[in-house]
């Protein structure tokens, strides 16, 4: 389902944008910076972008594409549709359920007799 958002301007807008038809996929909106334009909106990392300023993307190189969003000087309009796949998941940040975050230059010991249960 696709949906629209309007940054308003100037740039920077706070995306990052991958694909293109140069690469045979499409434009998608690959990284949002936090506490940005974009992060205040509605897009989410994944979204695929169906059109720049009213201009349908199906053709547009990366390039083109970038070259469209930076001529944006006052508004950005962009018309996105959700992901059918899901965000990635971080590695990098410790899972919620994880008894305890592991820090890699501490070094975790184990007893040198555990106890029998």
């Known amino acids: 389902m696709a949906y629209s958002v309007t940054l308003n301007g100037p740039g920077p ?8 038809k140069d690469f045979n996929m ?3 909106i690959s990284r949002i910076t936090p506490g940005s334009k974009a992060a205040q909106s509605q897009m989410n990392q994944g979204d695929l972008v169906v059109a ?12 083109e594409a970038q070259n469209k969003i930076k001529s944006a000087s006052h508004n950005l ?17 410790p899972r919620i359920d ?20």
């Open 13 to 20: 807008w706070g995306f990052r944008l991958q694909g293109g």
């Open 26 to 28: 499409p434009l998608t």
């Open 52 to 63: 720049i300023d009213g201009v349908n993307t199906d053709s547009m190189t990366h390039l």
């Open 77 to 93: 309009s962009l018309t996105l549709q959700k992901s059918k796949r899901p965000v990635p998941v971080s590695t990098t940040a």
């Open 98 to 117: 994880s008894p305890r975050a592991v820090i890699p230059h501490q070094k975790v010991s184990e007893p040198k007799h555990p106890a029998i249960l």
